[in-house]
């Protein structure tokens, strides 16, 4: 405890602390409200400029983004997400099917595999899950212009693994065939014209979107041509081969569950494009027509 004696020299001593540190606190005081008028008249204006620069930014990024949602809207439900556009594109453009089938985990198993040969092997190692994961699919398509389809595509699914010949080629002529009604093309060398044509687009649009595009992506190379007696047969499902020779380089167990998934995926993309525009409506197309200068012309 202090002593009186003591606070009263305390005191007497803060006095004089004071009459020196006043004047300091004063300037200080004085010194960061001037550093604050300062940093309002100075900052202000780049903050307000920022935030309508974000403003800005965000105006010019809304149709981005208004696109992106339109896309994830049309997104395959056996895809991850988006992000694997680019390979998925890759995969469908190589004849692979992407959209509608196969399931979700066996493509994320098959799309990490870079080799097509490895791949089509890994696809059969799945076949158990791949056919159940099919029919399901088959399933999903009720609209009467399709139950053709639906029956033949069932029988194709069932004999896949034991007689693979038939089902492939009963497969490859069924996706040629919807894909050409799908597009309103009268024959496959129309549709072979137009689907050349896709390869060169970067985006696709429509009422079907991405889902749309790839699967018609996948059937552009089982139309790709071929010229009995001169070409070789092609080792990948080939609807004009199958059409006119028998060669076991073409029917393989590979080959046959590829052509049955790729008339799958347009089958199921048909009913999708009924079920966007309703029953009996001719809009239902997805994809855009043929470019101009390329009319639907005969050929097999």
């Known amino acids: 405890m202090l002593t009186p004696e003591q606070a009263q020299q305390l005191g007497e001593a803060m006095v004089e602390v004071g009459k020196v540190v006043a004047p300091g606190l004063r300037r200080l005081s004085t010194t960061l409200t001037d550093f604050a008028q300062h940093a ?11 935030n309508e620069g974000l403003s800005t930014w965000g105006k010019a990024l809304l149709p981005l983004i208004e696109k992106l949602a339109e896309l994830e809207a049309t997104r395959p439900p056996n895809w991850p997400s988006l992000l694997t556009y680019p390979l998925m594109d890759r995969l469908a453009r190589e004849g692979f099917p992407v959209a509608w089938v196969p399931g979700p985990d066996v493509l994320d198993e098959l799309m990490r595999i870079g080799s097509p040969d490895v791949r089509g092997q890994a ?12 029919h399901g699919v088959l399933d999903e398509v009720t609209n009467d212009e399709l139950k053709d389809y639906v029956v033949v ?6 004999c896949v693994e034991t007689s693979y010949a038939p089902a492939q080629a009963l497969s490859l002529q069924a996706a040629a065939a919807l894909a050409a009604q799908e597009t309103k093309h ?18 696709y649009t429509g009422a079907g979107g991405v889902k749309a595009a790839m699967t018609l992506l996948a059937v552009a190379p089982i139309l790709e041509r ?28 590979v080959n046959a569950m590829l052509s049955v998934l790729v008339a799958v995926s347009v089958l199921r993309q048909a009913q999708e494009n009924r079920q966007i525009s309703g029953p009996g409506d001719p809009s239902h197309v997805a994809i855009p027509a ?3 200068g390329r009319p639907n012309s005969p050929g097999s």
């Open 40 to 50: 309002v008249l100075v900052l202000g204006p780049a903050v307000r400029a920022a």
């Open 290 to 292: 043929p470019p101009a």
């Open 186 to 203: 009268a024959n496959f060398a129309s549709l072979r014209r137009f689907l050349d044509s896709m390869k060169e687009m970067d985006a």
């Open 226 to 253: 071929f010229v009995s007696g001169i070409d070789l047969p092609p080792t990948t499902p080939n609807r004009h081969a199958v059409a006119h020779i028998v060669s076991l380089e073409q029917y393989t167990p």
């Open 153 to 158: 595509l069932r029988q194709a699914l069932a």
């Open 123 to 134: 696809l059969l190692a799945r076949s158990e899950d791949v056919l159940r994961h099919a």
